[in-house]
């Protein structure tokens, strides 16, 4: 058990998960961080998310909660820029997906001296493959980068990725065991939500589907997340995705 840790908490899922867990079982006291983009949509949502999952969590397990510290809301215009933090991670880029928020949060980090900040990377997200085999068990039982990792990998380096085995639907089920699922599924993911719920076609909702989670969404997220793929396999029958497949297979979901 750590006694203090540093949490991304973007009021997702994963992060979530990670904040309500480590404080109720773990029963660390959790420092969350929250970086805000004023021109993404999705943001009053995720901090809305974040006061009523604590709310929520409060009336249920009042210590638990009691240990959740005051967010750290940084404005992401206002993270120093570090410019041998972002050729690494437009070389990483050049290499396979990943999100441009490993630039940001990198060099968040590192402004701020926390060399264990937390992020609920999980089996299913991308930059897995970046970790994978790059990582080692740390303290608390938490996936840290190597510490003879060279090169531009070591962006990661400044994170510590306490989830970094576990899947959304395992984490659905120990926080249905635990006592916690309710918290849990106020959780917000959509980056371009319509009329205030999710969309069903920006990357998060995508994911969110791909990931056995498509309950979370309305009826016409769905509608559209289908149409979307089913004229991607139109323009290009050749590029349709195992995923969409398996949707096929199970009914669409």
């Known amino acids: ?27 660390n006291e959790v420092k969350p961080h929250y970086i805000i983009d004023l021109n993404r949509k999705s943001s009053l949502h995720e901090l809305k998310a974040i006061s009523e999952i604590r709310n929520e969590f409060k009336k249920n397990n009042r210590d638990a909660a009691a240990r959740i510290g005051a967010l750290n809301i940084t404005l992401i215009t206002e993270i120093e820029p570090i410019e041998e933090i972002t050729t690494s991670y437009l070389k990483l880029k050049e290499k396979s997906h990943l999100g441009k928020q490993y630039d940001w949060l990198s060099r968040y980090a590192r402004s701020k001296k926390i060399n264990d900040l937390e992020l609920s990377v999980h089996v299913d997200d991308k930059a897995y493959l970046f970790l994978q085999g790059n990582v080692e068990k740390g303290t608390c039982g938490r996936w840290k980068l190597r510490g003879n990792a060279e090169g531009d990998i070591k962006i990661f380096s400044c994170f510590s990725f306490p989830l970094l085995e576990l899947s959304k639907a395992e984490m659905r089920e120990q926080a249905k065991n635990l006592g916690f699922r309710e918290e849990l599924e106020k959780s917000w993911f959509c980056f371009n939500p319509k009329a205030d719920k999710p969309c069903g076609i920006c990357n998060p909702c995508i994911y969110t589907i791909e990931e056995g989670m498509g309950y979370r969404l309305p009826s016409d997220a769905i509608l559209r997340y289908r149409t979307r793929h089913v004229r991607k396999a139109i323009s290009s029958p050749v590029r349709v995705s195992r995923n969409f497949i398996a949707s096929m297979a199970k009914g669409w979901l």
């Not at 979530?16 to 029963?27: I, W, Y």
């Open 1 to 27: 058990m750590c006694k203090t840790i540093n949490v991304l908490w973007t009021g997702g899922w994963d992060s979530t998960f990670r904040v309500l867990f480590s404080t109720l079982v773990d029963k």
